[in-house]
Structures are given as structure tokens and as C-alpha cells.
């Protein structure tokens, strides 16, 4: 790890900066909103919930913090974080994840996130803009807690997002009741008696909270630095060993107390868009909060019946697509795109256009994703003719493609998320389903699988209907465009003279005329 690189931007990577630059935008205003005036904290979930915006409150709540919400809550956004138009998003970050990790350690001194430091009783989590995000929540949420763990069995720095209930001034309540690597090295730590060490991240670059999404078998630490493709500069934090990104906006250091499952935690409106219920959890009991002097507060957007508008749906849904490619890359050949649509919170549904080169690739694409890590319970393959961002197109091919006997897919026992609404009570896997959207193998090419559009008019001209027949068959627009009509009439009367001649002919399978004898 280098030290104190020379000329290194610390706010290159800064949630502020990135705000900033959605102002800047030719559509600027339709990407963020700004309220200067004091915002009651009561009535911020209001004002985020359903609205196509992010929202910059300059001073939210009694202490006037600056705070942020649906900041992510868009594809647009996001590409734009990563520096790319919103159907290059995928590409770019499978790219970036080609690249090597570098990190630079900052000193406590230069490290903008360490700039206000507060301990002991100068420790008040019901200071910061922590608002009640849902009207039937256990308490006021963190739910843009980005944690940093340090895994014994591997040695790696865990990443993950997880919402923090507050329960009072040093301590809050963290549902690791769902299956996580977090939940797994909590569980060694207990078993050996201990508390886990814990840093929490709150108010980041989006880059930093998609990285935070991901499920791969690496150090995370290094996964963030891959996405942000430029070296990750990280500092101590002050009460334990574990690294953070030192040009944040606010860190929360504490730990998982060594009781284990003891208190209660919830309810709360979940990222499937319905609540869930209480759980026995673990308390996070927090020794430090530090923050830069002009810092922005957090807050993700979860939950409700506008999900596509949720920062939780958008990061969810590039999780899905990362994983199901890279399940996809060995299991077909020529996988020319895939969405995962934000509206089921991105993670349930699935679309694959897919380019079959041999039989049975659709369903081989399907089996792939239901194997992935990914949690996907529906898969669409279509062709790539259409356009998978596209709800009117997918609606056309499953009406249109699609034979229910036939195409089909459904298979049970699967692995499955316990916050699933549909599962029956006591299940503990689930079943999915695959809808192969594609034409049978090799009848696309059909006239009754043709797409038809209006007629360009293009082709070479010739100086008669009949000398352009004579070059080879051709469709009446072609016909058209050989000798420049504007109406088709003069066609019309040629091919008629034509056929009174007994010279003309019809191709019955694709319709085209020509010349016969």
C-alpha cells in the first residue's frame, strides 16, 4: 500500500463533488433538486418518496446538517457516476473490474474525513439527520450504512450495506438475520467470545455503494478501488484497525457487541417494497464518529410502491446484472445484453438478449441464472431485435413468441431470500421460473417472424421496372426505389403490363415478384 501520494485529489471521489456535477448537467434540474430553507426531518421521507430527483437538503433537522436522498435512485445517475451514457453502465463496470486495485494510505492528520472527531459523551447519534423513512418503522433509520469488517478466516476486508435502527445516543440495532458474509464473521467472532470491530461509512461516492452491493470472493476493500478506477485512498480509523475510505463524508466506528442476538430490530419497509417484521438482533455500540467539517449526510431510499425511483432498486439491480453476466459468460456464447428492471426491486426479474448460435442456448442461459449467486426468480431471453429496456417490447414478445407448453421453464427448490412475500410461511426454498421469449431456432428469418418498418427506398436504379426484375426478384418498395417513384402508381401499371404479357411471376413464400420464362 503507497503513503501519501503527491497531488492526489481528495474530493475527486467526494459525494459533494458528485452532487455538484448533477447541477452542471443540460438537464441538471431534472437530476437534482436543492432546498435551501431548513427541512423538518419529519417531513423528508414525504418529500423523497416517488420523486424522480435527488434531493439535496442544505439543512435538515434542529442541528442543520447537510443531507442527501435518492441521490442513486437512477440509471442516469449512475452511469453518470461511472462516466458513461446509461446503457454503457455494464460494460464499463465489467471493465473496470478487469483492472488492479491500488490504494494510498492517508494520515489521520490529511485525511478529510477525520477532520471533526467526536468521542465519549460528545457521541449523539440523535443529533444527525436520521429521519423516520416509512410510517411503520421500528425508529428513525441509517440506511445508508456502508460497513467495513475485517475477516479473520480470510484475512480480507469485508464491504456490505446495512441499515442501522437508532436506539439511543452510542448505540443502534443491524439486521444480520439474512444470510451474509457479515452474518458469518459476526458468528465466528461470537463464538469466540468477542466483539466485532465495525467502521460504518455514511455519505459516499455512488461507485463506493454499488461496490458495497457486490457478492464476490474477494477483499472488497480492493473491489472499491476496481470500480473507482483510480487509486482508493484510505485511512485508520480511530478506534479500531479497520481501514475506510478517508475522503468520505461521515464515519460511524463502533462494535458488535459480544452478546450476540439479544434485542429487538424493526419493523422496517424492506428493498422488496413490503415491511419487514421484527427480528432478534445483534447492537452496534458506537465508540467514534468522525466527519469533514462541511459533510453531507446520507440517506437511501427503500421500499414503497415507486420502486424504480429507490436508490436500494437501482444499486440491486446492477448487483443482478454483474452477477448474472459473469454466470452467463460460461454457459453461452453470445449474450448481447441483459437488465434487470428496477421495479422489482432489481432482483427478481431478468431480461437476456441473447444471439443463439446452436440449439438450446436460451435454456441454457435460463439454467445458468437460476445457478448464479444472484437472486433471480424470473428469466426472460429474447432476441437481440429486442430491445430489453424496452417494457413495450418485452410485452410484445412474450405476447407475440412465447408458447406457454413450450417455452416454459419452472423448477423448485432453490435457494431463496427469506423476505420474499410470496414464499408459503414455513418455506425454506423457492422455485423460478424461465420464459424463453426467442423464436424457435432458425425460423426468425420467416416472413411471419419479420418485423415490418417503413420503406426506405433504397437499392440501386435502373430505367424500367422490367430492367430491374431482370437483375433478380425484388419486393414491390424495392421496385420503387429502382426507378425513383414517388407513389407506387407507375409501379403498379408496369407490373400490370407485365402480367398481361404472361412474364411476370410471384415468389409465394416471401412475396417478391419476377420474371418468369
Known sequence: MKRDLPNLDLDRF?????????????HGADEIEIRSAPTRLADVASILHDNPRAVL????GASGYALVGNALASRTRMAHAFGVA???????????????????????EQAPVQEVVMTGDDIDLTTLPINLQHELDGGPYISAAVDFAHDQ???????????????GRKETGIDLVAPSDLRVILLA???????????????????????????????????????????????????????????????????????????PEGPYGEFLGYYGGVKINPVLRVTAITRRKDAIFQTLTIGGNAMSRTDTAQLCALRTEVLAWRALESAVREVKAIYAPPATGGVYNLRIALQQRVPG??????????????????????????????????????GTRFQPERDLVVQGGFRTLPLDPSLDEAATTGSKAGFD??????????????????????????????????????????????????????VVRALEDLRNEGVLARDTERGRYRLQG
Open 361 to 398: 442456448e436460451a435454456r441454457n442461459a435460463i439454467a445458468a441464472v437460476f445457478a448464479s449467486v444472484a437472486n433471480v426468480k424470473n428469466v426472460f431471453v429474447v432476441d437481440p431485435d429486442i430491445d430489453i429496456f424496452s417494457d413495450e417490447q418485452i410485452e410484445w414478445a412474450m
Open 57 to 60: 437538503f442544505e439543512k435538515a
Open 189 to 263: 467472532s461470537l463464538a469466540q467470545k468477542k466483539h466485532l470491530p465495525l467502521s460504518i461509512v455514511v455519505g459516499s461516492h455512488p461507485i463506493d455503494y454499488f461496490a458495497a452491493t457486490m457478492r464476490l470472493p474477494v477483499d472488497e476493500l480492493g473491489l472499491m478501488a476496481q470500480l473507482r478506477g483510480a487509486p482508493l485512498p484510505v485511512v485508520k480509523s480511530l478506534t479500531n484497525d479497520l481501514m475506510v475510505p478517508a475522503d468520505a463524508e461521515w464515519v460511524i466506528e463502533g462494535y458488535l457487541d459480544a452478546a450476540g442476538y439479544t434485542e
Open 14 to 26: 467526494r459525494l459533494k463533488r458528485f452532487l455538484d456535477s448533477l447541477r452542471e448537467l443540460p
Open 86 to 108: 446509461p446503457r454503457g453502465l455494464l460494460p464499463e463496470i465489467l471493465k473496470r473490474l478487469r483492472g488492479k486495485p491500488e490504494f494510498v494510505e492517508i494520515s489521520r
Open 153 to 167: 478466516a480470510s484475512g480480507w476486508t469485508n464491504i456490505g450495506l446495512r441499515r442501522l435502527m437508532i436506539r
Open 437 to 490: 421469449l426467442t423464436w424457435s431456432f432458425g425460423s426468425g428469418g420467416r416472413m411471419e417472424a419479420t418485423t415490418p418498418v417503413p420503406p426506405k427506398y433504397e437499392g440501386q436504379r435502373f430505367e424500367s421496372v422490367r430492367a430491374a426484375l431482370a437483375d433478380g426478384p425484388k419486393f414491390f418498395e424495392q421496385l420503387m426505389a429502382a426507378v425513383g417513384s414517388e407513389d407506387g402508381g407507375d
